[in-house]
């Protein structure tokens, strides 16, 4: 674990907080990666900020998981692993979003990328998001019950 | 399943046709939903899903160590390489070292995979274009990789050689010689290839100037490997986050600028050449004796000999088969480069011994969402190339 002060002191940590104070509420490492926690609701004009900085560059939508935390509320969490080519950097983004209310809103506009990886959180935790242009399952047939990645839905399946 | 179509406005009369999931040329089973005009294609919709098994929702119910065999049914062409990134995720998350001796075992067999991979993508990808003989040469090849792989891990395909901290077993006397044999023979077989290739005019005709993808859609779309590097970015995991001693290697990163598919055939026949010079690089690096695992008492399987003699041993040895190990709490991303791509798994620990999350950042997934972009404009034959030339394994897709 780094110091906190450490972590601040990133270009990344440093831009987003200077940028807007609110986008990043929590700054972490582990094993050498970088992950900072932004609130819903700032988090599309977060990515538009990464991706679109001339200096940061976060050009590359690598990956998008989704993590059930039940029975802990907020229950889902959202990851996105951006990777700037030119910098040669990996961050993480985290969402928590609660299980009530599990809506966020989409950056396919943002990273064309995150199409089919929203696609298949939708499917398979049934996170929505919010301006996506074709929210259907992916992996799923399209009549499935449920979302078998949920932690309170059976590994063998509903009988 | 069934499917609605939304047909392109203003198109007077159009036709939609399903091609596949039983269509020889998709590789397995992915269906397109194409809406034609005459033989050109106005809209390609790939759907997927049809060999979905829930590998990531298992891995939630097995051990870390137990999961490992669930990562050779992902990309089943390359196993050897979901093993090396699930087990680089986990040993991240636990902290561990591997020693140099199985590092570069691991590079030597990933590499290996690789050039076995580009095998069968260049012959299936050849016999979808009419070349048959190509087809039966490259697999002729393949089948001493698969020889090899039999040799050192017991197993064909389904190899699970790499475990958490190192090596399933030590490989057996006389597998360098019957590499050595392999390197020897193989740089004139790529030669063969490229004479029945490379200016054939069937060939050419086939694959020039068609699926151009340029280097913006492509990082957009999140596609990485051979794809990308096709359109003129280098990027290579390797070299960019070099993992298991990749940065003690000299190798090149090919890349061309044209983006089309005969520009991707060129590339991936340039890396079986390099792969082979790090093969060559790893077989004079492999000291001939060392430890294949680490030592981490309650993590790793103890040696045989030692639960003869050490009581410690033999308890560690039932509790990690009965129950498992614990990571500490925490999540990480590991990225390698997969003959197809950036694969990357995320695994999130709870700290009990079974994963909270397993996550499969599957290459052929994300770059066959760039299918519509390759084929749309095109001609029905040409959906065919553009398939075979993204070069996706359904099992990794579906997951």
Known sequence: MTDIQDLEEKPVVRKLRAWDSQAGTEVREFRGELTIVVPREHLRRAAEFLRGDPELQFTFLADLTGVDRFPIEPRFELNYHLLSLARRERVRLKVRVSGDDPVVESVTAVWPTANWHEREVFDLFGVRFEGHPDLRRILMPEDWEGHPLRKDYPVEGYR | ?399
């Not at chain 2, 669930?70 to 020693?99: F, H, I, M, Q, W």
């Not at chain 2, 026949?269 to 790893?282: F, G, P, T, Y």
């Open chain 2, 1 to 399: 399943m069934t499917t609605t179509v939304n047909t392109v406005t203003g198109a007077a009369e159009t036709m939609v046709l399903n091609m596949g999931p039983q269509h020889p040329s998709t590789h397995g089973v992915l269906r397109v939903v194409l809406e034609l005009d005459g033989e050109t294609v106005l809209k390609a919709r790939p759907e997927i899903g049809y060999l979905h098994t829930g590998i990531e929702k298992s891995c939630e119910a097995k051990t870390y160590s137990q999961a490992i065999t669930l990562t050779d049914r992902l990309d089943y062409v390359a196993p050897l390489s979901n093993n090396l990134c699930y087990c680089l995720a986990v040993e991240k998350l636990l902290g561990l070292e591997v020693p140099k001796r199985a590092q570069y075992i691991r590079v030597l067999l990933t590499e290996l995979t690789r050039i076995g991979s580009h095998l069968v993508w260049l012959g299936t990808h050849a016999i979808d274009l009419g070349a048959m003989s190509v087809f039966l040469y490259c697999f002729r090849e393949r089948e001493e990789l698969m020889k090899i792989f039999e040799l050192v891990s017991g197993q064909r395909m389904m190899t699970s050689y790499f475990r958490i901290g190192g090596l399933a077993l030590e490989p057996p006397p006389g597998w360098v010689q019957h590499i050595e044999r392999f390197v020897k023979m193989f740089p004139s077989r790529i030669g063969e290839y490229e004479r029945l290739l490379t200016q054939n005019r069937i060939w050419l005709a086939r694959t020039k100037g068609i699926g151009v993808l340029t280097a913006d859609d492509a990082i957009a779309l999140g596609v990485s490997g051979p794809t990308l590097r096709s359109t003129g970015v280098a990027y290579d995991v390797r070299k960019f986050f070099p993992y298991s001693s990749y940065d003690e290697f000299e190798f090149d990163v090919p890349t061309c600028t044209e983006g089309d598919c005969y520009a991707r055939y060129l590339l991936r026949v340039a890396e079986m050449r390099e792969s082979l010079k790090i093969v060559r690089q790893a077989m004079q690096k492999i000291p001939s004796e060392g430890p294949i695992r680490t030592e981490a008492p309650g993590i790793i399987p103890p040696e045989r000999e030692k639960m003869k003699t050490e009581m410690e041993a033999l308890i560690y040895h039932f509790k990690i088969y009965t129950e498992g190990f614990s990571p500490p709490p925490g999540e990480v991303y590991q990225a390698i480069e997969s003959p197809r791509g950036e694969l990357g798994f995320y695994v999130a620990s709870d700290g009990s011994p079974k994963p909270w999350r397993v996550k499969v950042r599957a290459p052929s997934f994300i770059n066959l969402q760039a299918l519509p972009k390759l084929v749309e404009g095109r001609l029905i034959a040409d959906v065919v190339t553009c398939i075979g030339t993204i070069d996706i394994i359904l099992g990794e897709v579906d997951r």
